[in-house]
């Protein structure tokens, strides 16, 4: 197993809740807030770092992450929006199948394009079940990937998704409202997810509030992820940090 799978697995066995601070790839043309982030996600001793986005609108993704990589002494995951986003910078892929959706695309038809780089680049691949869940407005993801996202108030189709993509092998669910989204995904789904697979459970979209972060590790979160409070506030990582780490004993 790779050692990034093996870090999830291994925390939430131990009941250990992460942090991950989400990097906008297009956040690599400000060099200066680029660093900022990464400095403070480490000095916050934030867990992890993801890189990637649904869209891309500048050049550069691969100095992107190594940049980041140099920079940081976390391990640096890509959270790719396309085959496009891989680099043989980061540690490991999120090698994302949209189970929430219909678009055999997203399914697995970029990764059939993909899987021959992420071997090429040597860097390990997560299987992980992602799951858009409708935060209240249009995202980006949802605008990008064409796809319906779970309503927010069904629990019972999130948990039955996330049920059949540990059938099918899958190592992590990822539950998201998407970047930006108004709403986060609500506690009563994580619940529900959590009582049908023991998989680590990563969230995010929306999430801003320290008390917010703590509610949804209660509810069974596993890997809190958070990318548009700290484009907005990098200072915020430290608070953010503190909240979900206090939450070990859960
Ligand atoms: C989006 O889960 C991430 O895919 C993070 O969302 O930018 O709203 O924190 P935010």
Redesign the pocket.
């Known amino acids: 197993m790779g050692s990034v799978l093996h870090l999830l697995e291994n925390a939430r066995k131990e009941g250990r809740k992460l942090l991950a601070v ?1 990097i ?1 790839p297009d956040l690599g043309q400000d060099a200066e807030r680029l660093e900022r982030t990464v400095q403070n996600a480490c000095m916050a001793k934030a867990d992890l770092i ?1 890189v ?3 869209l891309l609108t500048s050049a550069g993704f691969d100095q992107c992450v190594g940049r980041v990589k140099d920079l940081s002494d976390r391990p640096v995951i890509l ?1 790719p929006g396309s085959p496009a986003q891989l680099s043989a910078h980061a540690d490991a892929v999120l090698f994302l199948s949209l189970i929430s959706g219909r678009s055999a695309e997203l399914l697995i038809g970029h990764h059939v394009t993909a899987a021959p780089t992420v071997k090429a680049l040597g860097i390990e691949a997560i299987p992980t079940g992602y799951m858009l869940v409708d ?1 209240g407005k249009p ?1 980006t ?1 949802s605008y990008v990937s064409q796809t319906v996202p779970i309503p927010h108030d069904k629990p019972g189709i999130a948990a039955a998704t996330a049920l059949a993509g540990s059938y099918l092998g899958l190592r992590t669910v ?1 539950m ?6 108004l709403r ?1 995904v609500a506690p009563a789904m994580i619940t529900a997810v959590r009582s049908q697979v023991d998989l680590p459970i ?7 509030e320290v008390r917010t972060a703590r509610t949804l590790c209660e509810a069974g979160a596993d890997v809190l ?7 907005q506030d990098p200072e915020h990582i430290f608070a953010m940090s503190e909240a979900v780490h206090s939450g070990h004993s859960i």
């Open positions: 989400l906008d993801f990637g986005g649904s959270f935060g995202t993801v990822y998201d409202t998407g970047s930006g989204a986060t990563i969230v995010g979209g929306g999430i801003s992820v958070v990318g548009t409070a700290f484009e």
